[in-house]
């Protein structure tokens, strides 16, 4: 099932980006489902062109991009391919295929301006033993509103629904 193949893959992404001293934030549909709107397993239902995928936010320096081009090796992601890539802080978006889904890592963020400031307002969690940081409810807002597609724009109803619920007094807000 492809979820569990997500599931499977993040966490053995994140042992290897953690271990190369990768600075990230998990991202898009898994940040989505950790804020408590599981669209991940059926969105090739709902939307066919939208491919399940790991999303992550990397800060872009040099350093960093050099850990995390170390740790997709160790990945066995084509040497042949990342040898070719030249970092532009602005500009070196990663996809990484598999067969049922692709991870993308990301340089920036639409609507987000620090990676440093986002991470400091992260939620840190254990996923098998690992240390996940995952963007903030508020920041994942702000990044689906610049994004602005019709798949972004349900994912911010369908969390606002959920927010309200838990906390009745935060109205719909955003």
Not at 27 to 54: M, N, Q, W
Not at 56 to 71: D, R, V
Not at 91 to 98: G, V
Not at 100 to 122: C, I, N, V, W, Y
């Amino acid at each position: 099932m492809i979820a569990n193949e997500v599931r499977e893959s993040l966490q053995q992404v994140c042992a290897v980006l953690n271990k190369h001293k990768v600075e990230y934030l998990v991202v898009g549909g898994v940040a989505v489902g950790y804020h408590g709107y599981r669209r991940i397993s059926g969105i090739t239902t709902i939307k066919p062109e939208l491919k399940t995928d790991l999303d992550f936010w990397y800060k872009p320096t040099i350093t960093n991009f050099t850990n995390l081009l170390a740790a997709l090796r160790e990945l066995r992601v084509k040497d042949e391919s990342l040898n070719k890539i030249v970092f532009d802080p602005k500009k070196t978006f990663l996809k990484i295929p598999h067969p049922s889904f692709h991870t993308d890592f990301l340089p920036q963020m639409k609507g987000l301006e620090s990676f440093a400031e986002s991470k400091l307002r992260s939620s840190k969690e254990i996923l098998d033993g690992n240390q996940l940081y995952i963007l903030s409810y508020e920041d994942l807002i702000k990044n689906k509103i610049a994004v602005g597609r019709s798949i972004d724009q349900e994912d911010i109803n369908q969390l606002n629904k959920i927010k309200k619920k838990t906390d009745p007094s935060l109205g719909m807000g955003m």
